[in-house]
């Protein structure tokens, strides 16, 4: 009598399954050594703002499928989780809502973490922390202490962007259109005290650093970095005063550049908004005065300064050329950064973009002076400036070189005039790591008037955040604090306060993943842990990491090797920059967003439409976007664990497109997802262990090999979606052969349940419970494959004539050449396309190509 079919219930399955894996402690990973190898798979950790959905589920579900394939493949797995729990975000709702930070923040903790959970990941949460724990900064601030005694901590006079109504420094992100993001008031350049890190002094070596990571990391995301250093090779050299020398300058205008080649082109001078000249004639010129406070208010990133209209100050100062003796005037210019270089340029309106916007407005001069190979002799530039290659021209001793000859020659002759040198230097400025907020990890120094600033005695540590604070006033209320900040010196003991400044949360994010390892150790780092498990093997994260926070944490750990806290220098060994989930956006009328769970979608004839469920409203369809709380867009995990099983949703995020790309969330993906989900465990649920020997067997088993290989290339290659479509195409096969033996079919669902477990592993476990399988599919080895049971049987050949395809052939695998022969000159089509010609030659490349040579 046939067996009822069972249907596959997930929301009973899944909470049993997840009860299993906690009840063993699966995913803990012992402190003890087992002799197997390593493998250290994570996610960047998430901001606790109190919800995660779908998009954010990608991209631990990826680690997951890494973690959990892995396990199986006799690797010691670590698999972590905590919480980038400081920062702006948290300040703002205490202001908003009336709550304290650290109570909003772990609150949001606890709610993530339980919706985490909800998508059953193999994570160790016996390593949990989170950065606004004073058990993980007080560590934080041990090695700071170290840094700043190595010289790698100093503070200097800098400038930044001031919101006067907040009364606080704005990250550059944080201005738009010239104005504090919060409080809408016009940004201010102000000059604070602030902390660096001398991140500059491993500029080379973080460059280097990038060769080692090709092939593990996206080219991208090297080259990106290795942009932001911005090493660029070139000539600092100064300019002589024409007349009085300013004495903001007294030497001379010093500029860097890297085309000395076209100094003859050269036909303004630039100096910065802040720069000491400017500055200088500002003090006694209003007008020059007005331009410096205009250029204050204009955006601070180099791509707001690069789309801004160019604009400049003629200051009547002017300088001498170094080759022909004419003078040049000065102008003060809004899209110089003081940062780069000198903060100083001259202009080449004909070769650089920048200098022939700049030129065009003010009817300054612009004489080429590279002109393209082939160009006549009447080159010009008109409305774009010339950047390609070429010779000189129009520049006495440099005529007819090519540009690196060129560089070269010039950089000679101002050396020979004892006018500069050539030089090496960097876009990568020292990393300002102070905020003057109070949510973030207290700097532990204090500031004596005898002794200047101390650091924190170790013994003291950690230096943690008064909880008796209040934002009703604008401002760091630990500025303002009545105790916490007044201590004694611990050198002379006298009066002094505490740095009241607070680290930028890339500080908490640059080093993490050395705590994972060990986070109950004593010391910031356990050297013994960290050797055991560093580098991070792949690390999974969104692109929008690809500098900043890559590049820290580059820096942090190579500081930390030198400190001697850890051995390892590059941090991450493999990085995968995953894409985002995307959703349809829905709006009212009066512009506000729509949740989709509040959508009802028809489509008539062919015209989609929409309207609010909760009001009947008619809702305008917009864009596809990035999943984002504020347009609403969002699918939560516990509406798929209700609806679909979180396996569905698992599944499907993975298989609708290759990793790195986005993918749009829409319900028939999930549904699709279900069913396959259903399909699994149906071929499961009928197994008959007794079915007799079939003649099907053999193909089944064929069939079996080859889904591993293709499974577990695509799982190792991050190519899940493909990984995932062979598995949809070997249920179907299993199905097919229906009719095979207990014995072929046993291995056939046992190696299908091994394959999709890191992809669907709820599933999975009821699966191998149900085929009579000991323990759970979590500790059960990755299946392997024949190779010779994996190779297809047949390949297809392309047919070229002369070198051009004309046709291809399917013949068995491993036919000798002279077979091939035979069988492609007997081809109907291969004789129509010879129809009138000679073959002088055939060449076989065996299972691979053919190629005729007619004549």
């Known amino acids: 009598m046939a067996k009822t079919p069972v249907r596959y219930e997930p929301k009973t399955a899944e909470p049993r399954q997840q009860a299993r894996w906690a009840a063993a402690d699966a995913f803990r990973m012992p402190t003890e050594g087992t002799g197997r190898p390593k493998y250290y798979v994570l996610e960047m950790f998430p901001y606790p703002s109190g919800a995660i959905h779908m998009g954010h589920a990608r991209n631990y579900v990826m680690g997951d499928v890494v973690a959990r394939s892995k396990r199986a493949q006799g690797f010691d797995v670590l698999h972590p989780m905590g919480w980038d729990a400081f920062g702006l975000p948290a300040e703002n709702a205490a202001i908003e809502r009336g709550v304290h930070p650290g109570d909003w923040t772990w609150s949001n903790i606890a709610a993530m973490r339980d919706q985490l959970k909800l998508l059953g990941l193999s994570l160790d949460w016996s390593r949990e922390f989170a950065t606004c724990d004073p058990a993980y900064y007080g560590k934080q601030q041990a090695w700071f202490l170290e840094l700043l005694k190595r010289g790698l901590v100093y503070r200097k006079d800098s400038v930044v962007n001031w919101d006067p109504v907040d009364n606080t420094v704005l990250a550059n992100e944080q201005v738009v259109d010239g104005r504090g993001w919060r409080s809408g008031a016009v940004v201010e350049k102000r000059k604070l005290n602030q902390w660096f890190l001398r991140i500059t002094d491993y500029a080379d070596d973080l460059i280097e650093g990038l060769k080692e990571l090709e092939g593990r990391w996206p080219d991208k995301v090297r080259l990106m970095q290795e942009n932001w250093i911005g090493r660029s090779k070139g000539l600092q050299m100064t300019w002589k005063w024409s007349g009085e020398a300013p004495a903001a300058a007294p030497d001379g205008l010093e500029i860097y550049t890297t085309r000395p080649d076209t100094l003859f082109g050269a036909s303004f001078m630039g100096v910065a908004p802040d720069h000491p000249v400017a500055r200088a004639i500002a003090q006694t010129n209003p007008d020059a005065a007005a331009f410096v406070a205009e250029c204050r208010k204009g955006g601070s990133t180099q791509a707001e300064i690069e789309q801004a209209e160019k604009i400049g100050f003629d200051t009547g100062l002017k300088v001498i050329h170094p080759f022909d003796g004419r003078e040049v005037s000065v102008w003060i210019a809004n899209f110089i950064l003081s940062e780069y270089g000198t903060g100083a340029i001259f202009g080449c309106p004909a070769h650089d973009q920048r200098d022939l916007d700049f030129a065009r407005k003010y009817r300054l001069p612009v004489v080429p002076v590279v002109r393209p190979d082939g160009a006549d002799e009447g080159f010009d530039v008109e409305t774009e400036a010339y950047v390609g290659p070429g010779h000189l021209f129009n520049s006495d001793f440099l005529n007819g070189l090519e540009i690196e000859a060129a560089k070269a020659e010039a950089i000679r002759r101002i050396e020979a005039a004892g006018a500069g040198q050539g030089a090496t230097i960097y876009r990568l400025r020292d990393w300002g790591v102070s905020r003057q907020r109070y949510w973030g990890c207290p700097i532990p120094v204090i500031h004596c008037a005898k002794c200047g600033p101390v650091g924190v005695p170790v013994d003291q540590l950690p230096v943690e955040l008064p909880r008796d604070v209040t934002f009703d006033t604008p401002g760091n209320p630990l500025d303002r604090h009545p105790t916490w900040k007044h201590v004694s010196c611990p050198t002379c003991g006298g009066e002094a306060v505490r740095e009241t400044d607070t680290l930028d949360t890339f500080v908490d994010s640059s080093w993490y993943f050395a705590r994972f390892t060990d986070p109950a150790a004593a010391e910031p780092i356990s050297r013994a842990a960290a050797d055991k498990w560093l580098p991070v093997d792949q690390y999974i994260g969104g692109v929008e990491h690809a500098v900043l926070h890559l590049l820290y944490a580059r820096f942090i750990s190579r500081a930390l090797s030198d400190a001697g806290l850890m051995s390892v220098r590059e941090p991450f060994a493999g990085l995968f920059t995953q894409g985002m989930v995307i959703h349809e956006t829905y709006r009212r009328a009066d512009g506000g967003w729509v949740e989709p769970t509040d959508v009802e979608l028809t489509n008539d004839a062919g015209k989609r439409s929409a309207r609010q469920l909760s009001t009947g409203e008619a809702l305008t369809i917009g864009d596809i976007e990035k999943m984002s709380k504020s347009k609403k867009n969002v699918v939560a995990p516990q509406e798929i664990v209700d609806t679909y099983g979180v396996d569905a949703g698992r599944l499907f995020v993975l298989s609708d497109s290759p990793p790195e790309r986005d993918v749009q969330w829409t319900p028939g993906g999930v549904e699709g997802a279900a069913r396959f989900v259903q399909r699994v465990w149906t071929e499961v649920d009928g197994f008959d262990p007794d079915a007799p020997a ?108 002369n070198g051009k395809r004309r046709g291809e052939i399917r013949v068995a695998r491993g036919l000798e050449p002279a077979e091939v022969e035979a069988i492609v000159m007997a081809d109907p089509d291969v004789q129509a396309r010879l129809e009138g010609q000679t073959v002088r030659k055939i060449v076989v490349v065996k299972d691979r190509i053919v190629n005729l040579v007619v004549g």
């Open 694 to 801: 079939h003649e099907s067997d053999a193909a089944l088993v064929r069939e079996t090999h080859k889904a591993i290989k293709a499974v577990s290339e695509g799982v190792s290659g991050f190519r899940f979606n493909s990984a995932i479509a062979k598995l949809y195409a070997f249920v179907a096969v299993v199905r097919d052969h229906g009719g095979a033996g207990g014995a072929a079919r046993r291995q056939a669902l046992s190696a299908l349940v091994r394959l999709v477990a890191p992809f669907t592993p709820h599933l999975a476990e009821e699966c191998w419970t149900r085929l009579g399988e000991e323990g759970m599919v979590l500790d059960a080895p990755w299946p392997e494959f024949d190779p010779a049971l994996a190779a297809d049987d047949e390949v297809i050949l392309p047919i070229q004539v």
